[in-house]
């Protein structure tokens, strides 16, 4: 994003359907390998106790990511709202977060992927309504490095320099914090 942004107006990002479709066929497909370990599929296989644990536990897993996609790409709603009242990402909780209640934005990198982690005042975290996966991953993302939660251009139609940028604009804009290097852990 090269030219500048127009903080006043509020940006809904939607999902892309051809990345979302993408997602869907991935997830569909290692659903059907971790099937592959439970089912008598290949005789011998799945006879190792071991194996058959690792082929339920791998479908329940990824068939419920399929199902969350699956969802994810019938919901019309945006999945990011930026906004002059703060960043909003349904996949984190239906409420805005205010730009003045961010204490500070980094970036963080894990197996390739991008995230912009939106540090946030304890007392604004605790009053968000959480999604379940939001509140599931809190914790496991804190220990790798990510403290905040996790907003990712997973997809969406833009990518993650220019969902960066528009986020920067508005916090410099509307008073958040600038952004701060953290570390990547590859």
């Known amino acids: 994003m090269n030219q500048p942004v127009d903080t006043s107006r509020t940006i809904e990002l939607l999902h892309s359907p051809l990345k979302m479709f993408g997602l869907l066929v991935l997830g ?17 296989l799945g006879s190792d106790p071991v194996t058959h644990a690792v082929g339920i536990v791998g479908t329940l897993f990824f068939g419920l990511c399929t199902l969350m996609i699956l969802r994810q790409w ?14 909003r990402d349904v996949r984190i909780a239906q409420e805005f977060i205010p730009w003045p209640a961010m204490e500070r934005l980094s970036t963080w990198t894990l197996q390739g992927q991008t995230i912009l982690v939106v540090a946030v005042a304890p007392e604004v975290e605790s009053r968000l309504t959480l999604t379940r996966t939001a509140r599931w ?4 993302n804190r220990k790798l490095g990510a403290d905040g ?7 969406l139609k ?14 410099a804009t509307y008073g ?3 952004a701060s290097a953290a570390p990547s852990p590859d």
């Open 176 to 178: 958040a914090p600038a």
């Open 149 to 155: 939660l996790c907003v990712t251009a997973q997809g």
């Open 158 to 171: 833009l990518e993650f320099a220019g969902l960066a940028a528009l986020v920067h604009a508005y916090a």
């Open 137 to 140: 991953t809190r914790g496991a």
């Open 28 to 44: 569909v497909l290692m659903t059907s390998l971790a099937l592959v370990f439970v089912l008598p599929v290949f005789p011998g």
């Open 74 to 87: 019938f919901t019309l709603e945006a999945v990011i709202t930026i906004s002059p009242a703060g960043l």
